[in-house]
């Protein structure tokens, strides 16, 4: 199993930025997909981001393309989220989650189901 912590969230206002760090411990996660979903209040839980084991992959919701950007570090066991141009939308709590189970290389999964372990989020709260 592996334990997430996530960082960076807080009180930005419109049009600014954020990055999001994801630290992974309890064991490496070099070989597990991540992604980032967010949930506000009173909705479900969303997709935004996720990356392959390799790094090399990544997918997006559509509605976020061109302003998030997901990345990694293996050697450091963390993974990014940078955010730009925020809107108060883009309220919300922020999760990330590793898949542990075996993955290709290139999978990018956008399900929650496809993930099995989850952080306690952090706060991204965009005034207007």
């Known amino acids: 199993q592996v334990h997430l912590v996530e960082s960076g969230g807080g009180l930005v206002q419109t049009g600014g930025s954020l990055r999001l760090s994801c630290a992974g411990s309890?064991?490496?996660?070099?070989?597990?997909?991540m992604g980032w979903f967010r949930q506000a209040p009173g909705k479900e839980r969303e997709f935004v981001a996720a990356?392959?084991?390799?790094?090399?992959?990544?997918r997006y919701a559509d509605s976020l393309k061109g302003r998030f950007t997901i990345s990694r570090d293996n050697p450091k066991n963390t993974v990014y989220l940078q955010m730009n141009s925020l809107k108060p939308e883009d309220t919300a709590v922020y999760f990330c989650?590793?898949?542990?189970?075996?993955?290709?290389?290139?999978?990018?999964?956008?399900?929650?189901?496809?993930?099995?372990?989850w952080g306690q989020g952090t706060q991204v709260t965009v005034s207007s």
């Open positions: 989650a590793a898949r542990v189970r075996d993955s290709t290389f290139y999978y990018t999964p956008s399900s929650p189901v496809e993930y099995d372990d």
């Open positions: 309890g064991r490496t996660f070099s070989n597990n997909p």
């Open positions: 990356i392959s084991w390799s790094g090399s992959y990544s």
